[in-house]
């Protein structure tokens, strides 16, 4: 699920809403790290695509930031 070897997956969530996955990860430059999201259909996943959606494009998350899911709401 890693985009490039400067990412690392920290989180993994299934939404059952619109049936994909919502990936967490951090993304390493020379500046530091970048934490990043981004959403898969599962339906794109059976086929081999992982890239996904950017989701939070607005937002800088700066690790050790942290993102909450509540799968209830």
Same mark, same amino acid.
């Given at each position: 699920? /890693? @985009? =490039?070897?400067?990412?690392?997956? &920290? %989180? *993994? ?16 430059? /020379? @500046? =530091?790290?970048?934490?990043?999201? &981004? %959403? *898969? ?33």
């Amino acid at each position: 699920m /890693n @985009l =490039g070897p400067r990412d690392q997956v &920290r %989180s *993994i969530f299934f939404n059952k809403q619109n049936n994909s996955i919502f990936i967490v990860y951090i993304r390493k430059n /020379n @500046l =530091g790290s970048q934490m990043k999201c &981004r %959403s *898969i259909p599962i339906s794109e996943i059976k086929i081999g695509e992982t890239k996904g959606t950017k989701v939070f494009r607005d937002h800088i998350l700066q690790y050790p930031d942290f993102i909450e899911f509540d799968d209830l709401n």
